[in-house]
């Protein structure tokens, strides 16, 4: 008998809709139908560094109008067993911040075990960031730049100048992207094209360990492999 199929769909239903199409589907065994449903997410929720760079949409936003809040994403996945997409849908959440994180509102109230680990997993990527800006402008070799534009020329002696290097850098890795802090960041906005592209490369080596680590840094499993 050929297995079942799900009639096409030229986008992903609005969240209601893939939610109860999640439970129907798990509740009944149409194992053939909820795995079409699953690999539907699978290029917004992804397991691999590429995948963040490819997307034309990540996360929430592909559930479209309204979207659906982040929290409310991680729990149904968290319900559903939906492990490869965990430690991305809790980076997500993680992006809203603390309030956000501890919304009150019908369907976004984390469990106790998911709250912590995610407010964890934020501390340690915000928590990286610092320490790559403050490496940056403390220990890196950019204070010899001599354009009077760029945020890294500190001069010669710069602990004020140095401080507010620290403090522009930091906000730039902070909110660029709209707060993604794992995409490329607007560093040429502030800094010269020679300090930009020395910049980048040590900020995308940041990126591409952090994201080995994303889902031991959520708790979800050791690696990427394990999820």
Known sequence: MPATRFPAWRKVPEFTVFT?????????SLSDVRDQVVDSIKGV????WEGPGTATVLGEDIFGSPKPHPNAVLNLFTEQNIRFALPFAAYRAALGGFSSLTS????????RLA????????????????????????TMSLERC???????????????????????????????????????????DIVCV?????????????????????PHVFGVGRSWEEV
Not at 45 to 48: D, E, G
Not at 104 to 111: A, E, F, N
Request: one cysteine or more.
């Open 20 to 28: 109860l199409l999640l439970r129907v589907t798990t509740k009944y």
């Open 45 to 48: 929720y992804p397991t691999k």
């Open 104 to 111: 009150d509102k019908p369907g976004t109230i984390l469990p």
């Open 115 to 138: 709250l912590a680990s995610t407010i964890y997993g934020m501390d340690v990527i915000r928590g990286g960031l610092a320490q790559l800006a403050h490496s940056v402008v403390s």
């Open 146 to 188: 001599h354009d009077d534009a760029c945020t890294l020329n500190v001069g010669i002696n710069p602990p004020g100048r140095r401080v507010a290097a620290l403090e522009r850098i930091y906000d730039v890795m902070i909110k660029g992207g709209e707060g993604d802090v794992l995409f490329s960041l607007p560093l040429g």
């Open 194 to 214: 020679s300090c930009a592209k020395t910049l980048e490369q040590v900020y995308h080596l940041w990126c591409t360990t952090t994201w080995v680590e994303m």
